[in-house]
């Protein structure tokens, strides 16, 4: 049936090509589906709140949205064309100037008379009103479709020969994604003229490769597009879907291997597999039992990075000797899909068993020579040069934090921590480094607290990742860090926009993370010249360069990692005594407390004048003269701080942020009237530096914990 121009029905916009990039699949249904919707909205072709549903599968995206119109509605638009001056002589007739301007806006001649005078506010100018024609859907989805396919991620390019017989004439080269194959585009019943990468829009789709019902999947009306793709052409054509299917298979499977056995966690892993299969069918498959010897990190690594496998667990955590494949066809006698998989992991598993095997031949200790060879930056030295800074700075901090049997533990563990690099293991699987180092050192006979420090020194891998568990590994994990902070500002290798080739980000945030919820008892100026002068003239920036450059930016990521706090981290951040950064999740604490006092407001605000005027009034000493005070709010102040502040300074001492804060709470009242009743820069020199020597007091005493200032509105 035949829509009239004004009619609504819904639309439905699908583009069949090869199969898509895995990782990228969901990336590129979204940007394809809200790009339609935005141009269509921008043409008022749909309503400003209408949502778009994506479709993504390996081999199609899609869009589908309710309500569009067959055209959009006319519109009223008020061209401002110009001064009434500029384009009307004395005599009233039109000049050149707007002649030219009727002609480039496709205006009569004959239609200056309708020309409306409007005051702008500054002069009079000439005004046409038009009423334009809304846009037709062919026209509007072309456009949308073009900026659709134009603005999509795509990670890479390819080209390739449209066959004949295609849209376009002859043989034309396309660059895509991947090839294009069909193109289907539905407005309610209603097949739209629009044409892609050298496609006519039609009503046919392909199905399933292998277990569609039918070819080609005939479409009868957009509202019909996923319910006819799943049953004619087995395809679930929507993300989700697939993605929650595969998951409850998942679990399915899992609970009928039984013995509370469950699926690993992976969600990288599970969007990997929704974007490979169209139709998803869950197998149990098994392994030999002896390959459960190798650790399990390696097993199920070579499963889940070659195969997509999904590896089982038991309710301990321990790997199994099963593992679940997601499949992309349902047959009804599975064996031999279950049996292929089985042969297809087994040479892995056999690998991965062969470089544990070679690797415990060599100890940890003997291949520490060898990091000499490889280069880890050519301004830097090698990985082996690396690892001695690395020791030199452990064995310092360790000294700092535990004493020497700390240190002497530390720089062992960082002397073996890097020599895994050499092992075939990690030279096949590179996210294992640290991890392996941590079996071959307890095969080497190395003690656990060693073995687990090899291991923990990465962390933390990512963001929300554990911390080291155990002192050495965290004395090493920070001194690792520090090393590639330290070394790559000293060369000047700072990151730059969304480019961070070392990581030092992560390494930065790992670095504050430690010293605040590890709660050390180390200054980060002292660590950073500790870890400078290992490098031994190596670095091209100075010490103040590195410290200052560096500093800022540990600060900015301090900042990043308490973004929710506002101005309280700031306050903290800022405050005249903060040596140890594991003071502040407790000063933000106080921080918190303070803020919700009454007093809070007036006392920063306080805070806030009186550093503008000690700023103004240059060195200014904490030193007053009770005989020079002359107005009673001043004495009632000063007595008020005699018995406040030594309190809070007490409190303080202790450690109790908290209680601190709330005692300075008590001046709000002698400090507003202090304000009220002074004139705080008398012409009398000696009034003026007493006052401004109680100010100074004040001053120190209230940015003690926090800058209140910062909390000032």
């Known amino acids: 049936m035949a829509l009239t121009p004004g009619q609504q029905a819904p639309l439905l916009v699908e583009l069949l090509v090869e199969e898509l990039p895995p990782k990228a699949l969901p990336q590129l249904g979204q940007s394809f589906a809200q790009t339609v919707l935005t141009q269509l909205q921008a043409q008022g072709l749909v309503e400003a709140s209408a949502m778009a549903k994506t479709y993504a599968s390996p081999r199609r995206l899609a869009v589908y949205i309710a309500g569009v119109l067959g055209q959009a509605p006319a519109r009223q638009l008020q061209h401002k064309i110009m001064p009434v001056s500029v384009g009307l002589d004395a005599h009233g007739q039109a000049t050149t100037a707007l002649l030219k301007k009727l002609a480039a806006l496709g205006v009569a001649c004959d239609m200056v008379g309708q020309l409306q005078r409007v005051n702008d506010g500054k002069t009079e100018v000439l005004v046409l009103d038009q009423t334009v024609v809304g846009v037709e859907l062919a026209p509007g989805l ?33 660059s895509f994604v991947r090839p294009a194959h069909g193109l289907v585009a539905l407005h309610g019943d209603q097949v739209i003229p629009v044409q892609a990468l050298g496609l006519q829009a039609g009503r046919d789709t392909q199905g399933h490769r292998f277990e569609a019902t039918c070819q080609p999947v005939h479409i009868a009306h957009a509202d019909a597009y996923a319910d006819t793709l799943r049953q004619d052409g087995a395809v679930i054509a929507d993300f989700e879907q697939r993605r929650d299917d595969i998951l409850r ?54 499963m889940k990075a070659n195969q997509k496998y999904f590896p089982l667990l038991d309710a301990t955590g321990k790997l199994t000797h099963q593992f679940l494949v997601v499949s992309n066809i349902r047959p009804d006698d599975a064996s031999a899909v279950i049996g292929g998989n089985e042969r297809v992991v087994r040479p892995r598993l056999a690998d991965a068993k062969f470089f544990f095997d070679q690797d415990r031949k ?61 092992t075939d293991m990690v030279g096949e699987f590179p996210e294992l480094q640290g991890i392996m180092g941590q079996y071959y050192a307890r095969h080497d006979g190395h003690s656990e607290t060693t073995a687990q420090a090899i291991a923990d020194h990465y962390k933390p891998r990512f963001a929300g990742d554990e911390l080291p568990t155990q002192d050495v590994g965290l004395v090493v994990a920070l001194a690792d860090k520090l090393e590639t902070l330290v070394g ?70 301090m900042l990043v990692l308490y973004k929710d706090e506002g101005p309280n981290i700031s306050a903290v951040l800022y405050a005249e005594d903060l040596r140890f950064w594991s003071e502040i999740p407790r000063r933000l604490s106080a921080v918190r407390a303070f803020a919700a006092l009454p007093e809070s407001s007036a006392l920063a605000a306080a805070n806030k004048r009186i550093g503008n005027i000690l700023k103004k009034a240059g060195e200014v000493s904490a030193h007053v003269n009770p005989a020079l005070f002359c107005e009673a709010v001043e004495k009632n102040l000063y007595q008020a701080m005699q018995t406040l502040l030594p309190q809070s300074q007490a409190q303080f001492n202790d450690g109790d942020y908290a209680a601190s804060l709330q005692t300075l709470a008590a001046l709000r009242a002698p400090v507003d009237a202090f304000f009220e009743g002074v004139m705080v820069n008398a012409e009398a020199m000696d009034l003026r530096l007493n006052r401004h020597g109680l100010l100074k007091m004040l001053h120190v005493a209230m940015n003690r914990v926090a800058d209140l200032s910062r909390l000032a509105a």
């Not at 690993?264 to 990997?272: C, G, M, P, V």
């Not at 003239?537 to 450059?549: A, G, H, I, P, T």
Request: hydrophobic share 45%.
């Open 142 to 174: 072309q456009q949308a479709i073009d900026q659709a396919l134009a603005k999509l991620p795509i990670p890479k390019m390819m080209s390739y020969q449209l066959e004949r017989g295609c849209a376009l004439p002859g043989w034309t080269s396309v």
């Open 249 to 302: 298979q998942l679990q399915a499977a899992a609970s009928h291997v039984g013995g509370g056995v469950r699926p690993i966690e992976d969600a990288d892993l599970l969007n990997e597999v929704t974007a490979l299969v169209e139709r998803p069918h869950v197998l149990i498959c098994t392994f030999e039992k002896q390959f459960l010897e190798v650790p399990q990190e390696c097993l199920i690594l070579t």
């Open 362 to 422: 060599k100890t940890l200790a003997s291949r520490i020579a060898g990091l000499d060879k490889v280069v880890y930056h050519n301004k830097l030295g090698t990985q082996g040069e690396r690892t001695q800074r690395v020791c030199a700075i452990a064995h310092a901090m360790g000294l700092q934090i535990g004493g020497m049997a700390l240190a002497e533990q530390a720089a062992l563990a960082a002397r073996l921590a890097k020599a895994d690099l050499l």
């Open 488 to 557: 790559m500002f000293g060369i000047g290798n700072l990151p730059t926009g969304d480019k961070d080739p070392f990581a030092l980000r992560r390494h930065a945030l790992g670095v504050i993370r430690m010293l605040i919820e590890k709660n050390l008892a180390l200054e980060i100026n002292p660590l950073i010249n500790i870890t400078f002068a290992t490098f031994h003239s190596k670095l091209e920036k100075s010490q103040d360069f590195v410290r200052e450059e560096l500093g800022r930016f540990l600060w900015e990521r």
